[in-house]
């Protein structure tokens, strides 16, 4: 019994790390990527009139920042179910 408790959280902490770390790449390439490396080819795209580029700068990385919480809170609930955590 403490065996497969032992594996069910290792797994289930595999499994956190997993998704920690994709969304930590993805919040990475908003934030680094489309905000400074890609700056200048994004900016001929215009969004409400506005260069994308610079949108993504000063709004879009935040947006995706506050998606990304969301979308880690939902998974979390899921992953938690899943592996019998939320009792």
């Known amino acids: ?3 497969n408790h032992d594996a069910q959280l ?3 902490h595999r ?7 994709t969304l930590l790449i993805v919040w990475g ?8 490396l890609f ?3 994004l900016n001929k795209i ?20 506050v998606i990304l919480i969301f979308i880690y809170a939902l998974r979390m609930d899921r992953l938690d179910h899943n592996y019998h955590a939320d009792e």
Do not use: H
């Open 29 to 36: 390439f908003v934030s680094l990527g489309c905000a400074i």
């Open 1 to 3: 019994m403490d065996e």
């Open 39 to 41: 700056v200048v080819p």
């Open 15 to 21: 499994a956190n790390r997993r998704l920690i770390a």
């Open 46 to 65: 215009t969004l409400f009139g506005v260069p994308f580029g610079f949108w993504m700068a000063q709004q879009g990385s935040i947006f995706c920042f």
């Open 10 to 12: 290792k797994k289930y």
